[in-house]
């Protein structure tokens, strides 16, 4: 990979990738380290990419693969969730709100949620890439979408 073709790749995914690890983490830092290690990774790969839309799903499955093993680092135990807020900035309320609303559902279904909603990935992606069956993909979506209807109240629906 050219250093040009590399620097494009990296503005066209990194926001989409740090959004991807903090549904993971819940922190900014964490996930800037995550994402580094993604795109190191991405650097260091000798493989060929057959196009665009295969180098952005090879690195989600990176940065969902990274995400997974830092949260299971030792030292991330006693470690509390930044505020995201600080460090993130919104186009309106309702964005912040819907956030917000995420960031506080359990981690497997923030996963989801983000995968499906900001990712466009369908359940059977989803199944292949957090390497669990379909139906416990749907669960977790389901599961994900009361608890955001809770939150959110009657107005969010679901698309």
Same mark, same amino acid.
């Given at each position: 990979?050219?250093?040009?073709? %590399?620097?494009?790749?990296?503005?066209?995914?990194?926001?989409?990738?740090?959004?991807?690890?903090?549904?993971?983490?819940?922190?900014?830092?964490?996930?800037?380290?995550?994402?580094?290690?993604? %795109?190191?990774?991405?650097?260091?790969?000798?493989?060929?990419?057959?196009?665009?839309?295969?180098?952005?799903?090879?690195?989600?499955?990176?940065?969902?693969?990274?995400?997974?093993?830092?949260?299971?680092?030792?030292?991330?135990?006693?470690?509390?969730?930044?505020?995201?807020?600080?460090?993130?900035?919104?186009?309106?309320?309702?964005?912040?709100?819907?956030?917000?609303?995420?960031?506080?559902?359990?981690?497997?279904?923030?996963?989801?949620?983000?995968?499906?909603?900001?990712?466009?990935?369908?359940?059977?992606?989803?199944?292949?890439?957090?390497?669990?069956?379909?139906?416990?993909?749907?669960?977790?979506?389901?599961?994900?979408?009361?608890?955001?209807?809770?939150?959110?109240?009657?107005?969010?629906?679901?698309?």
């Amino acid at each position: 990979m050219t250093k040009d073709k %590399f620097i494009h790749v990296v503005k066209r995914n990194n926001q989409r990738l740090y959004m991807l690890a903090l549904s993971f983490t819940k922190n900014h830092f964490d996930s800037e380290d995550i994402i580094q290690n993604v %795109f190191l990774k991405l650097w260091k790969y000798g493989g060929e990419f057959e196009n665009d839309d295969h180098i952005d799903k090879w690195l989600t499955r990176v940065c969902i693969n990274e995400s997974k093993n830092y949260i299971k680092l030792s030292f991330r135990k006693n470690i509390t969730p930044d505020d995201a807020n600080d460090f993130y900035t919104f186009d309106s309320r309702e964005d912040h709100d819907v956030f917000n609303a995420v960031m506080s559902l359990p981690k497997k279904e923030r996963s989801v949620i983000h995968l499906f909603y900001y990712e466009d990935m369908s359940v059977k992606e989803m199944a292949k890439m957090l390497d669990i069956k379909e139906s416990s993909v749907k669960t977790r979506l389901h599961r994900a979408r009361q608890r955001l209807k809770n939150i959110l109240g009657d107005e969010w629906a679901d698309e």
